[in-house]
């Protein structure tokens, strides 16, 4: 595995961590952005050892699966674009409490679990 393949790793297990952390201390949107973050930085992996070269500068999850040219399956696939659509509320919230109400314990706990079992295919694929 190329060395900058497994730094984008270290950094998707650094920020699904992360996503931990802020679930743990009830900051729950933010621990939804860290999962974004942690998929996005995978996939970064993932292209960088299939293609060689550095990933593109984009924080869409969908085009850069597009990019690399694999498809998840069914069950992944719908909740990245779930994940993906979740980015902006969660990066830049029009209303804090709008998104605060979104995203409550239990929906975050699921999107932990979810994230964690994608970044667990992404590294398959490597």
Same mark, same amino acid.
């Given at each position: 595995?190329?060395?900058?393949?497994? =730094?984008? +790793?270290?950094? $998707?297990?650094?920020?699904?961590?992360?996503?931990?952390?802020?679930?743990?201390? $009830?900051?729950?949107?933010?621990?939804?952005?860290?999962c974004? *973050?942690? #998929? &996005?930085?995978?996939?970064?992996?993932l292209?960088?050892?299939?293609?060689?070269?550095?990933?593109?500068?984009?924080?869409? +999850?969908?085009? *850069?699966?597009? &990019?690399?040219?694999?498809?998840?399956? &069914?069950?992944?696939?719908?909740?990245?674009?779930? *994940?993906?659509?979740?980015?902006?509320?969660?990066?830049?919230?029009? =209303?804090?409490?709008r998104?605060?109400?979104?995203?409550? =314990?239990? /929906?975050?706990? =699921? #999107? +932990?679990?979810? $994230?964690? &079992?994608? /970044?667990?295919?992404?590294?398959?694929? +490597?």
């Amino acid at each position: 595995m190329e060395k900058r393949t497994e =730094e984008w +790793l270290r950094q $998707s297990d650094y920020d699904m961590d992360t996503a931990d952390y802020m679930y743990y201390g $009830s900051r729950y949107f933010y621990a939804v952005f860290m999962c974004h *973050l942690a #998929i &996005e930085k995978s996939l970064k992996g993932l292209y960088y050892e299939r293609l060689g070269q550095p990933p593109p500068k984009s924080h869409s +999850l969908i085009y *850069l699966l597009r &990019e690399i040219g694999i498809k998840p399956p &069914e069950e992944h696939g719908r909740f990245i674009v779930k *994940l993906n659509e979740a980015s902006i509320p969660t990066r830049y919230p029009d =209303e804090l409490a709008r998104v605060q109400k979104d995203y409550t =314990e239990n /929906v975050v706990k =699921e #999107i +932990l679990a979810k $994230s964690k &079992e994608v /970044v667990t295919w992404i590294k398959r694929q +490597l």
